[in-house]
């Protein structure tokens, strides 16, 4: 069974730099046919997609969020990280890890983590 | 961006009724589409995937239906831990995108 598990600072402040890592145990990031998210919730809101990262390094990053997306992975430590510059009010979220599965067929995220909230404030 | 429309935005039901949630997608997507179900303070979970497959785990009154534009998620006999907020997700095209969600409330 696979488990990702979100780690990182619990507040940061207007202008700054978020960074989280997810943790992914029972599975290897570098195996084929699959890719690694983050997902974010504002309190109340919706899901929103934020990037991925595929077993081989590729990265794909939601155009919403223009050029103030990362997410690189350390394979030596089954990690992968996000980073959002110049954060604001409006990116206090609940942010996930996920696994995506990808076959011939279809696409879908079958495991996820537990999320971790993210406040901006000063 | 392809938009995801589900509809209703949310609905009462009471233990034991038959539920049907719709997902209308702004632009054809065979059958790239997934339903998750998610519970107050909870990540959201997989239900279904590739439109009709039920995920490992996920009990046999949940079906779903569809292709091309307009897609269906059916609880056939609602049950007390079936409330909760359940949203569609298009993997087609990127970037990714979800439905608003519909909650599902007790009657």
């Known amino acids: 069974q696979v488990q990702l598990q979100e780690s990182g600072p619990g507040l940061v402040k207007p202008s700054q730099t978020l960074s989280l890592t997810c943790t992914v145990s029972?599975?290897?990031?570098?195996?084929?046919?699959?890719?690694w998210s983050w997902i974010r919730q504002p309190p109340g809101k919706g899901l929103e997609w934020i990037g991925y990262?595929?077993?081989?390094?590729?990265?794909s990053y939601n155009p919403s969020l223009k050029n103030r997306v990362a997410i690189s992975a350390d394979t030596s430590k089954n990690q992968f990280s996000l980073s959002l510059t110049s954060v604001t009010a409006a990116d206090t979220a609940v942010y996930y890890c996920?696994?995506?599965?990808?076959?011939?067929?279809?696409?879908?995220?079958?495991?996820w983590g537990h999320g971790t909230l993210v406040p901006v404030s000063s | 961006d392809i938009q995801m429309t589900q509809s209703p935005s949310s609905l009462s039901a009471s233990i034991g009724d038959r539920v049907t949630i719709t997902c209308r997608a702004s632009?054809?997507?065979?059958?790239?589409l997934n339903w998750y179900q998610q519970k107050p303070g909870k990540a959201p979970e997989l239900l279904i995937y590739?439109?009709?497959n039920l995920q490992n785990g996920v009990p046999s009154r949940f079906s779903g239906s569809g292709s091309g534009t307009d897609f269906t998620l059916t609880i056939s006999s609602l049950q007390p831990e079936d409330f909760a907020t359940y949203y569609c997700?298009?993997?087609?095209?990127?970037?990714?995108?979800f439905g608003q969600g519909t909650s599902v409330e007790i009657k």
């Open positions: 997700q298009q993997s087609y095209s990127l970037p990714y995108t």
């Open positions: 632009q054809t997507m065979r059958t790239y």
């Open positions: 996920a696994r995506v599965v990808s076959t011939y067929s279809s696409t879908w995220l079958d495991f």
């Open positions: 990262i595929s077993y081989s390094g590729g990265t």
């Open positions: 590739a439109a009709s």
């Open positions: 029972g599975g290897s990031i570098s195996r084929v046919g699959y890719y």
